[in-house]
């Protein structure tokens, strides 16, 4: 069960005298945060506040700091996640941590459900400029789905060969969030902002030739963008643009539910 269903079973119980308020009280203690050893502080109510559970930033921590704080997290909320992992440490968390799934090419370890189900309505659609940008690509589709969106991908279109995105138009077109990802000098996210009719999250990438300055190059040229309408996140940041992508669904969302609840009856 997710945090706010867990929260609505406990005090549902005590209402209904299955538990004891002490009992309850128990077990709302750690809902704030709960430490981890002497090394973490796990934030159980951010799904509450913000609509996302916290998720575990892997470099600068060991192995069995990451398979203790899943294992915590695990009886708290539905999917959690670890970003940045190598295959190296994934080959220890799995002896460590059962059901653990791990999707490389995102570089993302997970505990899932069976099965992940979009629960938002919409589409991201994730645009990657070249294959060296898959990996930062792929951290933001990964990181969209197992937050319960839907996800359409489209690798390898970037301006160098301009026709291979216009040849997708129909596509992108459609998408209810856009999130373009580009290294070298970072074109693509203007020129897909000219096009379309929806909010486009840029990603510049650290890949790129001696002048791109790991990334800063592209950056620049996001913020620089002649295009309306585009957010640019840090550099490789993916996780943090499909997070965008996700709270700007989800505004519109709530808008909706408000809008169609002020209607005259």
């Not at 791990?102 to 991201?124: D, H, M």
């Amino acid at each position: 069960m997710s945090q706010p269903e867990n929260l609505r079973s406990l005090l549902e119980s005590v209402a209904n005298g299955k538990i004891s308020p002490d009992t309850a009280l128990a077990s709302l203690k750690d809902l704030a945060y709960e430490p981890v050893g002497e090394f973490a502080k796990i934030d159980h109510h951010r799904h509450l506040r913000t609509g996302f559970p916290e998720v575990i930033w892997g470099p600068g921590k060991t192995p069995e700091q990451i398979a203790q704080i899943m294992e915590v997290m695990r009886e708290r909320t539905s999917v959690v996640m670890a970003t940045r992992i190598s295959l190296d440490v994934y080959a220890i968390l799995q002896k460590k941590v059962r059901g653990l799934k791990y999707f490389q090419s995102a570089r993302i370890c997970a505990l899932t459900p069976p099965e992940i189900i979009p629960r938002f309505p919409g589409t991201i659609a994730i645009l990657s400029a070249g294959t060296a940008d898959l990996t930062v690509a792929e951290e933001a589709a990964v990181t969209a789905e197992l937050s319960g969106f839907l996800v359409n991908r489209l690798w390898d279109v970037g301006v160098a060969g301009i026709h291979r995105l216009l040849d997708n138009l129909h596509l992108i077109s459609s998408a209810s969030v856009l999130i373009v990802v580009a290294g070298m000098e970072g074109a693509l996210p203007s020129v897909v902002a000219g096009l379309v009719d929806c909010p486009v999250i840029a990603v510049p990438t650290s890949i790129g030739y001696g002048a791109s300055f790991s990334g800063l190059a592209p950056l620049l040229t996001m913020l620089n963008s002649c295009a309306a309408g585009i957010g640019v996140v840090n550099i490789d940041n993916g996780f943090g643009a499909a997070v965008l992508a996700g709270q700007i669904l989800r505004t519109a969302e709530k808008l909706s539910s408000t809008s169609e609840s002020n209607e005259p009856i």
